[in-house]
């Protein structure tokens, strides 16, 4: 039956209003579910629900369907449907709720008791298990920074642990009991559990049951897989211990070092261009960023002046073992690492680049900024030159695209790779009240080299200009293949 023409048009009105107020509504929704207390909420249920399988699978009667624990899983089991419901709800992206929840909607089907679904999906409920340590691990960020990086690795040893505990106890229990003398109660296929996967084989008289010699087998493969898993994780562990408390040593020592905060490609390039600079080449550079490996993200020749500080570069105390107050140089990279916002990336910079100017007045500060409307805070802290990219990049564009070939000019002048390239260096006591023309023309026949701009003494610049006539402490800017000396 087709709807009136004007009951069509209404429809098409409406729905704008019914897409508005359901995004508004999934809004609400996920700030409830950012709030600690309801984590606390479902943490707290999990460890309920678990232990009451746990007493309700040892009873004599396993398995049960009836009695006040079983309403009260029930309840439980209800609840978290409909959490889950509100979370689906809520998402922008079904595909990747499915991915997240997929095993606590498993751990739904003890709902389908009701309808005559078998008891034993009692055991799925212990599946909640391994929601607790993804809850539990959003607050691990008061942990030691060596242990926060571990923190996955440790729950899942753990995750492990457990869940296989618990099942093989649930499983063993269920076909020994009534079959083996020395397996009647929960409680001795717990021992039987922990036992045998510590030790890798079955440590009672043989198991008389398929079911129970299945599971046997499972917790000595178990067994193997936890121990591999541990021992690269404390091997892990111990090697980022040596190698952080190495890097700490090297620190202490250096001087006059270039230290980057935050990595990305842009901070690869910088280190090749510093190794590329004749003066720099030799120059420690510290980075001081979040990183995995850094063995795989910088080139190999690029090593040996590298070392890697693994930490916050906002806080005080990582750049003071960065050595910040002995640096020469100090590079503030935009950091939009981890889903942050440019908002949070150029707080993070002025934040950075107040603090280091602070601990060292001396240290020459350059940050990156996404966003010019900030920069006026930089210019308030005294950081010595800031680079707003999408800006800059935005002019460099431009200028390629009105004048054609331009690319390739820039290119050469502004990489140390070859060629040509800029050089700042201070004038000569002799070329004092000397003018630009006549410094251009001794640079261009002696060195090969062009003059196109003055460093004032007194802070300003002046670039290519008609008349000027140098003054003391005066620095010059030119374009040449090599360091003019003069």
């Not at 942990?143 to 618990?166: A, G, M, Q, S």
């Not at 178990?222 to 562990?237: D, E, N, P, R």
């Not at 701009?453 to 802070?459: F, L, P």
Request: charged content about 20%.
């Amino acid at each position: 039956m087709r709807l009136p023409r004007n009951w069509s048009n209404v429809l098409q009105s409406i729905q704008p209003k019914i897409k508005q107020k359901l995004k508004s509504f999934q809004g609400k929704l996920n700030r409830f579910f950012r709030k600690s207390i309801v984590d606390l909420t479902l943490a707290l249920l999990i460890v309920i629900s678990v232990g009451l399988t746990l007493v309700s699978l040892s009873q004599p009667n396993a398995f049960p369907s009836t009695g006040k624990i079983e309403s009260i899983q029930q309840i439980i089991t209800a609840t978290f449907a409909l959490e889950l419901g509100l979370r689906w709800l809520a998402a922008t992206s079904k595909q990747r709720f499915f991915r997240t929840y997929w095993l606590d909607l498993i751990a739904l089907l003890p709902l389908l008791q009701f309808v005559g679904m078998p008891a034993v999906l009692q055991l799925l409920r212990l599946l909640r298990a391994l929601r607790l340590f993804s809850l539990i691990i959003h607050y691990t960020n008061m942990l030691p920074l060596n242990l926060k990086r571990r923190t996955p690795e440790y729950f899942l040893i753990f995750e492990l642990l457990l869940l296989t505990v618990l099942f093989g106890s649930m499983i063993i229990f269920g076909f020994e009991r009534g079959n083996n003398p020395e397996i009647e109660t929960l409680e001795e296929a717990l021992w039987y559990s922990i036992y045998s996967l510590f030790s890798g084989e079955p440590v009672l008289s043989p198991i008389k049951s398929l079911g129970g010699r299945i599971m046997t087998v499972c917790l000595m493969l178990m067994h193997m897989t936890l121990f591999v898993v541990f021992t690269g994780t404390v091997s892990a562990f111990m090697v980022d211990k040596l190698r952080n408390e190495n890097t700490l040593m090297e620190l202490d020592q250096l001087s006059d070092h270039t230290i980057i905060c935050g990595w990305n490609r842009k901070a690869e390039i910088i280190v090749r261009e510093y190794k590329a600079a004749g003066k720099t080449k030799d120059t420690p550079v510290v980075v001081i960023a979040f990183v995995d490996d850094e063995h795989t993200i910088i080139d190999p020749d690029l090593r040996s002046i590298v070392r890697f500080l693994d930490d916050d570069f906002t806080k005080v105390t990582v750049l003071e073992k960065a050595g910040i107050r002995r640096a020469n140089t100090c590079i503030i990279l935009s950091d939009k690492s981890h889903g942050r916002s440019e908002q949070d990336a150029d707080a993070r910079t002025i934040l950075a680049a107040l603090t280091a100017e602070k601990l060292n007045p001396s240290v020459y500060t350059c940050a990156e900024l996404i966003n010019r409307e900030y920069a006026s805070h930089l210019a308030l802290g005294n950081v010595n030159a800031y680079v707003v990219s999408q800006e800059h990049s935005a002019f460099l564009l431009a200028q390629v695209a009105l004048n054609h070939g331009l690319m390739e000019v820039f290119g050469e002048l502004l990489s140390y790779q070859g060629g040509n390239h800029f050089y700042r260096i201070p004038l000569k006591p002799e070329w004092v009240d000397h003018t630009f023309l006549e410094l251009f023309i001794h640079l261009k026949q002696v060195h090969n080299a062009i003059l196109i701009a003055v460093d004032e003494a007194n802070g300003g610049y002046c670039v290519n200009p008609n008349h000027y006539t140098f003054k003391q402490d005066d620095q010059i800017i030119l374009i040449a293949s090599h360091d003019v000396q003069f």
